[in-house]
């Protein structure tokens, strides 16, 4: 069985396994109790905030740790939203988004905040220039992925701040980086990003952590209350072992980032060359998009009989993300790049990953031809 | 290009030359994370060559260099007129003033072979320049902007901005002294303010373990290596405290128990200054702040040692001193709640007129008082604190414990 859903999750290298392993065995304290045991603890955790902080180029108090990406999120939308309210009560984001930025500002609208959803283009690419135009005096905050998970489109994320910071400096600048950091650079301070969420696991580190990124200067109200963790931000007795695995993670994935795209280019770009050359299928994902997504869809064939035909040929892929693969409902993204009804059920998205060689796109290529072959033939007797 | 200017020092005749290479020293220490920047000195001043590295950034960097006085970001061009009248016009582009500044033009021509003087200058070169900006209005005397011009031999240079850098001594050229560090606000300032005034300083903190946690020692170390930013490598001085300071719990004077302390704390820095070769001590007393700043607590206390006692900041106010400490990066540090020495076993009414001859006889009569303060010293434990390093005192927590870098 060959794996092409990293973009879903990513297997944790060897080496965070290992550091999960010694630091529950040996640092199990409570890094807020006051013995030494607990001491060396919250060592751990200093010492990972500092290896994250130097990846990501800010400092390391502005690196917060949480539970996932989902609440990096939710944290990162509702904190500053209640911690600005004052300000307005205006966020401006795309429909492109992760449910859990999307549902995070829809929980909003329903308390009364006014949403913006910006379309992107048809290309899946957010407009500048239709961000800047959606901003207002009491536009709080605005929040765009990096690269679209669903896709693998990129979001000209300089330009987009430059136009928010043009109309209403004081508005926050949230980037969602779940998929796009290890594949494409991080440029807070050049995209004048004040929060930025990250997944440890989509970079083979671990589950259950998250990091979201709080520039200097910008206050978040707490969603969760109990205790002083996280400088008051999260409360929460802090997961070790975890925390430390995902510094690793964020260290090793940001200095092995060019060879990864070295290697995924060529092979995403054969992946997309061989799609578009199966009149039955419409490409979604663009060569100049990140270098680990090509997404496709087949018009007429639900995405997740395509998904199970190619298991049954060795391949396990996805239908759109994982965190909205099991709704039957067509892609939110796909629609609103224009695409219609059928091809927005059909989707199929391959994620690529360090493993992945010629030879196993080559499988794969023979698999999508046989599946789709052996679906058009079923299609044709259904007829 | 960012062009240095010394500080009052210049104004020492022989030793001028030994101060300026530890400036340059200290610069070059700063400079470190920047690898592309390239230095060079000239007489009073240094330049510091960008080379593509953020000037605003070094600037905030080396402006806490000792024995600055002030920086200025700088434009350099030939020493032809052409030349440089084209780069003072970009100069103007970049900075654009808005309309309404006045504005003066101050040409100095230091290199004498310049074809024009100096006030023949400020003419020649403001008139073109305010053609092109109609909207500055000249005021020779007292400018919103002046346009600097500095002709030398070989170059020009060009600049408006004076950013006010910390000034003072160059690092350690007026010799040592030991620092009274506690947990708190005013010492680390004490440390930063005669370190400006060139001392070297090494760090003397009291623990009391088990009433004073690990934290509270850790915090020391944490402010020690805040304070060695600004020199490089300090080593700090950790005295076991607790037999010395409980011994006065039990002789029933308890409005002195904070006298004693504090004698005995000038008894121990002094042994300690002088086996380490200082020759002062410094703490961060402000009149009249507690019962132990009192002037005449101040005298009872003061007695006690041979040595130049110093108190940079005994006539501040703590509002000044808070934001000192936040300039120099102590004050979070400073403001963790953790209990010091200093707090332990306080009298509910401290005496702010303490009487030095019972205080003596105290001393005098308490047994074995010298053997305690002896093994103090004897226990005391020296660390070495460097800016980024992570150093523990070791009989506390081992050093490096627990944290296997391989994990990250």
């Keep these: ?383 | 290009m960012l062009l240095l200017r010394f500080g009052e020092f210049t104004l020492k005749g022989k030793n001028r030359s030994r101060f300026e290479k530890t400036v340059l020293r200290h610069v070059k220490e700063m400079v470190r994370p920047f690898p592309k920047v390239s230095l060079s000195k000239e007489f009073g001043r240094i330049y510091v060559q960008l080379n593509g590295e953020p000037a605003e950034e070094l600037a905030g960097v080396l402006r806490n260099v000792f024995g600055i006085a002030s920086i200025s970001p700088v434009k350099v061009s030939l020493s032809d007129f052409d030349d440089i009248l084209s780069v003072s016009r970009n100069f103007l582009r970049i900075a654009a003033p808005p309309a309404g500044t006045t504005f003066k033009v101050n040409v100095r021509r230091v290199w004498k072979g310049f074809p024009y003087g100096s006030i023949e200058m400020n003419k020649l070169i403001s008139t073109p320049l305010l053609q092109s900006y109609p909207g500055l209005l000249v005021d020779v005397k007292s400018p919103q902007m002046e346009l600097k011009i500095e002709i030398r031999e070989g170059h020009t240079y060009i600049f408006c901005e004076n950013i006010a850098g910390v000034g003072g001594f160059p690092l350690g050229t007026n010799g040592k002294a030991m620092l009274l560090l506690s947990g708190g606000i005013d010492s680390p300032v004490a440390g930063w303010s005669s370190m400006r005034r060139g001392l070297e300083v090494e760090c003397v903190h009291f623990y009391s373990f088990p009433y004073t946690s690990e934290l509270a020692r850790q915090k020391v170390v944490d402010l020690t290596r805040v304070l060695s930013r600004y020199a490089g490598v300090i080593r700090l001085h950790l005295v076991p405290f607790t037999e010395v300071q409980t011994s006065f719990t039990g002789i029933g004077q308890d409005n002195l128990i904070i006298t004693l302390m504090r004698r005995a704390m000038l008894k121990i820095a002094t042994r300690l200054a002088e086996r380490e070769g200082a020759l002062a001590l410094v703490t961060g007393e402000s009149l009249g702040q507690v019962a132990s700043q009192t002037l005449s607590s101040m005298n009872v206390i003061g007695r006690v040692t041979p040595l130049p006692l110093l108190r940079p900041l005994v006539m501040m106010d703590k509002s000044e001193i808070v934001e000192l400490s936040k300039t120099v990066g102590t004050y979070d540090l400073s403001i963790l709640p953790y209990e010091d020495c200093c707090t332990l076993f306080v009298p509910k009414s401290p005496t702010t007129n303490p009487n030095l001859r019972i205080v003596d006889k105290i001393e005098a009569t308490l047994p074995g008082y010298s053997a305690l303060l002896d093994a103090a010293v004897a226990g005391t434990e020296t660390v070495t604190i460097t800016p980024y390093g992570d150093e523990k005192p070791s009989d506390v927590v081992p050093a490096q414990a627990g944290l296997q870098e391989e994990w990250f």
């Design chain 1, 1 to 383: 069985m060959l794996y092409w859903d990293y973009a879903a999750a990513a297997p944790p290298y060897d080496e965070v396994v290992q550091t999960v392993e010694q630091i529950m065995r040996l640092h199990y304290a409570n890094p807020s109790s006051l013995h030494r045991a607990g001491m060396e603890a919250e060592r751990l955790i200093t010492r990972a905030r500092e290896v994250c902080a130097a990846a990501l180029a800010v400092q390391p108090h502005e690196i917060l740790f949480t539970s996932g990406a989902t609440e990096s999120n939710n944290l990162a939308i509702k904190g500053a939203a209640l911690q600005y309210q004052g300000r307005g009560r205006h966020i401006v984001t795309t429909q492109l988004e992760h449910p859990s930025v999307y549902e995070s500002c829809r929980q909003l609208r329903e308390l009364g905040w006014e949403v913006t959803f910006v379309a992107p283009r048809g290309t899946g690419i957010v407009d500048p220039a239709d961000i800047a135009a959606a901003i207002r005096p009491d536009t709080v905050l605005v929040s765009v992925m990096h690269v679209n998970n669903e896709i693998g489109t990129v979001q000209p994320l300089r330009e987009i701040g430059q136009g928010i910071k043009a109309v209403n400096r004081r508005t926050l600048f949230h980037v969602d980086g779940v998929q796009g950091y290890g594949k494409l650079e991080t440029r807070l301070k050049e995209w004048q990003a004040e929060l930025y969420s990250l997944s440890p696991h989509k970079i083979r580190g671990p589950r259950g952590t998250g990091i979201l990124v709080v520039r200097e200067g910008t206050a978040l109200f707490p969603l969760l209350t109990g205790g002083s963790h996280e400088n008051g931000n999260r409360a929460g007795t802090e997961n070790v072992a975890g925390i430390v695995a995902s510094a690793k993670a964020v260290r090793m994935s940001g200095e092995r980032r060019e060879e990864l795209v070295r290697q995924l280019i060529p092979l995403r770009n054969r992946l997309l060359h061989c799609i578009a050359a199966m009149p039955e299928l419409v490409l979604n994902s663009r060569e100049d998009g990140a270098p680990h997504i090509v997404h496709f869809s087949y018009p007429g064939m639900k995405g997740e009989v395509l998904a199970r035909k190619l298991e049954e040929l060795g391949m396990t892929v996805s239908t759109r993300s994982a965190c909205s693969s099991r709704l039957a409902e067509p892609s939110r993204v796909l629609l609103s790049m224009g695409r219609d009804v059928q091809a927005a059920l059909g989707g199929i998205r391959i994620s690529l990953g360090d493993i992945h060689t010629e030879a196993d796109v080559a499988l794969l290529e023979q698999a999508l031809l046989a599946a789709v072959q052996s679906l058009k033939k079923a299609e044709g007797g259904m007829k």
